[in-house]
């Protein structure tokens, strides 16, 4: 159900999502949705939090792969950001709708600070981490992001790599 529901988020957008368009999605009676969740925001919030879980598990990777070599850093996230536009140009936009959504809908507004406070962690490594360079280097990746969904064309690594490369060296 959660993996029906950014389907038809990515494809229709959160006004798209009802019990009977995730049960169509994912092939199931409409009630099996609303016997598993109460209402729309608690699927949207386990949609958010599964999503954020993802992103959480690939930044683990990431970091696991990189471990101590900051040269090997920013081109590896750039790469993770790009293939996010290119190859999941979808899924990227309807987590982000999701992401936003948070701002209007206290509901979900935990499972978005998931996301932050699990990413802080996970490139915050240690007590001597900068608070103020992870702040900015998340908010650096939102923004590149976002700038990435509204190309006309997908950018490529490159796009993504200078600015990263910029708060490893600075931050």
Do not use: K
């Not at 992001?145 to 200078?162: C, H, K, N, S, V």
């Amino acid at each position: 159900m959660i993996d029906a529901t950014l389907r038809v988020v990515e494809r229709d957008g959160v006004p798209g999502v009802s019990h009977r368009n995730i049960a169509r999605e994912a092939g199931i009676p409409p009630a099996s949705v609303a016997y598993y969740f109460d209402g729309i925001d608690e699927v949207l919030v386990a949609t958010l939090l599964d999503s954020c879980e993802t992103l959480i598990l690939e930044m683990g990777r990431l970091r696991d792969e990189v471990a101590g070599d900051d040269a090997r850093w920013a081109p590896a996230v750039a790469e993770m950001l790009a293939s996010m536009v290119r190859d999941h140009r979808g899924r990227t936009v309807a987590e982000y709708e999701l992401y936003l959504l948070a701002a209007r809908r206290p509901a979900l507004r935990p499972a978005a600070r998931r996301w932050i406070e699990a990413a802080s962690g996970r490139v915050g490594t240690g007590e001597d981490a900068d608070e103020g360079a992870v702040t900015a280097l998340l908010a650096t990746i939102d923004g590149l992001l976002l700038q990435a969904l509204i190309a006309d064309e997908p950018p490529g690594r490159e796009y993504f790599e200078p600015a990263l490369a910029y708060l490893v060296r600075h931050g």
